[in-house]
């Protein structure tokens, strides 16, 4: 275990160096959810249609373009390992006596302090445009966490992605196709209960809409009646993806 934990340490200090030494895709990638905020948010907002329980469009949908930026940080993190293999410091990190299982955990959970760095972005962003958040420092701290928690396993999503296509350009197409659906197919722009059925199935199974339900009553509504629930969602979406992209992790060197 002290093997285990010293590996994943050791790969999310690797990620901070290389945020550290270059933060020019973190200020990219917070452009999107930025024009989300600052435009998408108050036009849909003065139309009125959207049932959000009296909290301002551009609140309620703050949590949801937060978990969309962060998950898609997370989701191209699999760029990174088919560069690696390109360039063989994958092969040499797999014939090391490392064990996969942590080789990918830590991996995910550098993608994730990479997802945390842009959080951290958009927060402030949020707030100095006017999103009123919770004064309440434990859940911010506990909004973050989530987010860190929820980007690793779509991280390690991602690495198993990497290791079934193999190459950069398959992969970037399928990238959006999967964020996209998620986040529309969620409770990130609108409630469940405005969906047609079909799509509220769909919403269900999402684990996009139990990470949003979750930063949202964080940090926005304070209600928390769900929290664990969404949580425990979240916990078996990881483990599973932690599992499956550790069983077929060597494949991608193959």
């Known amino acids: 275990m002290r093997d285990y934990i010293r590996i994943m340490l050791s790969m999310i200090e ?14 990219l990638r917070a452009v999107q959810p930025m024009l989300w905020l600052i435009i998408f948010g ?15 469009y551009t609140d309620y949908i703050m949590p949801g373009v937060l978990v969309q930026s962060t998950t898609t940080v997370a989701i191209f993190f699999g760029l990174v390992m088919i560069w690696e293999r390109e360039s063989g410091i994958l092969k040499k990190l797999v014939s090391s006596p490392s064990p996969g299982f942590a080789i990918v955990v830590g991996r995910s959970m550098a993608a994730g302090t990479r997802a945390l760095f842009q959080a951290l972005l958009i927060i402030p962003f949020a707030v100095l445009i006017g999103v009123r958040l919770l004064p309440n420092f434990l859940y911010i701290i506990l909004a973050l966490v989530i987010v860190f928690v929820a980007s690793s396993g ?7 992605i990497a290791s079934i296509l193999k190459t950069r350009e398959r992969f970037m197409g399928l990238g959006q196709v999967i964020i996209l659906p998620m986040f529309f197919g969620s409770n990130a722009l609108y409630p469940i209960k405005s969906m047609p ?30 929290l664990a629930v969404d949580v425990v969602a979240i916990l078996i979406f ?17």
């Open 238 to 254: 990881d483990a599973l993806l932690f599992l499956l992209a550790s069983w077929n992790f060597k494949r991608i060197i193959e």
């Open 197 to 226: 059925p079909l799509l509220q199935l769909f919403a269900s199974i999402n684990p996009m809409t139990y990470i949003v339900d979750a930063t949202r009553g964080l940090l926005i509504t304070g209600d928390t009646s769900q």
């Open 154 to 160: 779509f991280a390690a999503l991602s690495i198993l």
């Open 14 to 27: 690797l990620e901070i160096r290389r945020i550290m030494h270059d933060r020019t895709e973190l200020y």
């Open 42 to 56: 108050p036009v849909m907002g003065s139309l009125k249609v959207i049932p959000t329980g009296g909290v301002p």
